[in-house]
């Protein structure tokens, strides 16, 4: 993760980060869940006092941009929703085709299985999921 | 490490002074051999020999030398090399620095007046086929340190007063003779003979010297320990000096 | 005397004959930061370091550092141990080996540390073996440093670090006084090199003439600092603004010129009631702040 950081500018250094922190959220090349770097790392990296650092991430945390976890570092803040789903749908997916297999092998066309699949679903009795 | 440093900045003088003092030694008693006795004097006792060549006036001068260029060095001669600031800057006192150097410096000039003290009796026989009583040469040993102790000590203050490397070089030099000077124009053989520094660490004081140059009384005691009070008094004032420096 | 600063001084001063070199100089530094110290040459900023470490006593006033007593050799010693001090000359002892300096000064302190010293004997590529007499200038620096930063005091004293190092290891510098503050050591070094303090510190004190003329941070610095050039038609009047809020004062002509240091707009308007026919603002650099002190008639 690179930033670039002014020293002549006359805006602060810290908040130079935020902006180019909360731009790399807004334009995808961070996303929710991703790591950033530890304060002494970025710190380091940057060639900026420790205490830049520790205020770009503090403020971006009381915005809810950042989230702190302790012992971990800072992460961008949100859930990686396309993550979760995709594994329950890919889960739910590979399921489906063992079953339409089956149903095939054993004979039945598609418009068939199409047909018992609708009618499972429409006449479903309310069951007790198990 | 600060024994270390201590003996780093005085190895030279040092290891040059022990191999000067012992190529002498061992070259006079080798000599002694072809040398001695002298053929003017041919009934010159071996002690009355020794006397002239390792205890004598010119001796003693040069072990003086010596000792003023042991108490040479400290943090103004660290000033002009310029690690004083770092010296300065390690958690030590400055006290502690100031005791090193005089531990370092006197046990030095010790191993110095110890040399032909031990070199003599014990290499004598081999050498010069001529015995010498240790306690003798162990004597004129003590009477060398008691006066080595006060140079040694105006070297120590005169480093403490002044900057750069020569400027304290050539005061303590100078002392010896300003001393002198001083003694002679107060007419001082003749109403204080102890406070001749050469005379004193030569036996003079010892009434009974007589042609042997053996000595016969008990040390000087009183004026050696009034010399080792003047000593520490100076070591004293260098110690004040240097604590309250402005570096 | 408040506990938690690093540095403080109370109304120090150090006279040498005739000439004031450190004035009642009321200095704080923090800990937990990194602190520039800017001043022209005989402002008084070595003065004041030798002050703080012992070096020198003071004519009087005192100080404290890390909250021992600077004026008692007992204290100052106490809070040597804990400070790691590169001094400008950057001279050590001539007749040892770099491999001799390091064993020699490891020896005096309890924070020494052994992975940091090989990382920077490596960084640095310092030859061991050979006497600090046969290192050039640059090689004696980086010895000088790594003989500091090689520990983990409580806080690190450097004068004039980067003197003599090329732009590599001046960033190799840099990098390590970053590093050393984020493992809590509080830095305080004197610079010239305005961009270096303008990357890497947090606050700046700048002496002139032995006073304390600038006390500020650098975000305070960037944000709230604004040069005012204020026109009036006619003579300005005399406008009594607050001594805190301004950094100076300059009249030319009926042309006033102030570095604000905060309550900008406030200024803004009350120049405008006192007759202002024109307000421009503009923020200032360091170096601006810098050179706007530094010629601050006294």
């Avoid at chain 2, 400290?74 to 620095?97: K, M, N």
């Avoid at chain 2, 490397?165 to 303590?172: D, G, Q, S």
């Avoid at chain 2, 009034?226 to 100076?234: F, G, H, P, R, S």
């Avoid at chain 3, 070199?21 to 030798?50: C, E, M, P, Q």
């Amino acid at each position: 993760m690179n930033f670039r950081i002014n020293t002549t500018s006359t805006q602060p250094l810290y908040l130079q980060l935020t902006q180019q922190i909360r731009h790399a959220i807004d334009t995808g090349v961070l996303q929710p869940g991703d790591g950033l770097p530890g304060i002494r790392t970025l710190a380091e990296q940057l060639v900026v006092s420790p205490n830049t650092v520790v205020k770009a991430y503090s403020e971006l945390e009381h915005e809810g941009v950042l989230e702190m976890r302790h012992g971990s570092g800072a992460f961008v803040a949100g859930r990686k929703p396309s993550k979760v789903k995709s594994d329950r749908v890919r889960q739910a997916q590979e399921r489906m085709r063992a079953v339409v297999d089956r149903l095939q092998d054993d004979g039945f066309s598609e418009e068939e299985i199409q047909r018992l699949f609708e009618a499972e679903l429409f006449f479903r009795a309310p069951t007790p999921r198990r | 490490m600060l024994w270390y440093k201590a003996w780093r900045e005085s190895r030279s003088r040092f290891l040059i002074a022990v191999a000067a003092v012992s190529v002498f030694s061992v070259g006079v008693l080798l000599g002694a051999r072809t040398n001695f006795p002298p053929p003017q004097a041919p009934l010159l006792p071996y002690s009355a020999f020794v006397w002239g060549e390792f205890y004598g006036n010119g001796r003693a001068v040069g072990f003086s030398v010596i000792a003023l260029l042991l108490g040479l060095g400290g943090l103004q001669r660290e000033r002009a090399s310029g690690s004083a600031p770092f010296t300065l800057a390690l958690p030590i006192t400055r006290g502690r620095l100031v005791v090193t150097r005089v531990a370092v410096g006197l046990l030095q000039l010790i191993v110095i007046a110890l040399l032909p003290a031990l070199i003599v009796p014990a290499l004598s026989p081999l050498l010069a086929r001529h015995a010498y009583p240790w306690s003798q040469s162990l004597q004129y040993a003590a009477l060398f340190m008691s006066w080595g102790i006060v140079w040694f000590a105006i070297a120590f203050l005169w480093s403490a007063l002044f900057r750069g490397e020569f400027t304290a070089a050539v005061a303590a030099i100078l002392t010896p003779f300003g001393y002198l000077v001083l003694y002679g124009a107060s007419r001082g053989d003749q109403r204080f003979p102890g406070a001749n520094p050469f005379t004193m660490m030569s036996g003079g004081l010892d009434r009974h010297l007589g042609g042997r140059m053996l000595l016969t009384e008990p040390l000087p005691w009183t004026a050696m320990s009034v010399l080792v009070v003047i000593a520490a008094a100076l070591l004293f004032g260098a110690w004040r000096m240097t604590v309250r420096q402005n570096f | 005397m408040n506990d938690s600063w690093i540095i403080e001084t109370d109304a120090l001063t150090k006279r040498y004959g005739a000439v004031e070199a450190v004035s009642t100089l009321d200095l704080r530094v923090g800990a937990g930061r990194i602190t520039g110290f800017l001043g022209r040459n005989g402002a008084g900023k070595s003065s004041t370091i030798k002050m703080l470490l012992g070096m020198s006593h003071p004519t009087s006033g005192t100080g404290r550092v890390l909250g021992h007593r600077i004026d008692d050799a007992r204290a100052n010693r106490e809070a040597r141990r804990h400070v790691a001090y590169v001094a400008e000359d950057k001279q050590t002892y001539a007749y040892m080996t770099v491999r001799q300096m390091i064993a020699f000064t490891r020896s005096f302190y309890d924070d020494w540390r052994p992975d940091v010293e090989a990382r920077l004997l490596r960084q640095y590529e310092l030859p061991i073996h050979r006497k600090v007499k046969a290192l050039s200038k640059g090689m004696r620096t980086k010895l000088a440093l790594l003989l500091a930063l090689a520990r983990r005091p409580r806080l690190l004293i450097l004068d004039e670090p980067s003197e003599g190092l090329d732009p590599v290891s001046i960033e190799q510098l840099l990098q390590s006084l970053v590093a050393a503050a984020a493992d809590e050591t509080a830095v305080f070094f004197s610079s010239h090199q305005i961009a270096e303090v303008e990357r890497i510190a947090d606050h700046v004190c700048m002496l002139d003439r032995g006073r304390l003329v600038l006390d500020a941070s650098l975000d305070a610095i960037r944000q709230d600092f604004r040069l005012l050039e204020i026109g009036f038609a006619h003579e300005p009047p005399r406008v009594d603004w607050p001594a805190t809020d301004v950094g100076s004062i300059r009249t030319t002509g009926r042309q006033v010129r102030i570095l604000a240091k905060c309550n900008v707009d406030a200024m803004i308007e009350r120049a405008y009631g006192a007759g202002a026919v024109s307000v421009e603002t503009s923020a200032v650099s360091l170096r601006e702040v810098f050179l706007d002190q530094a010629t601050e008639q006294a």
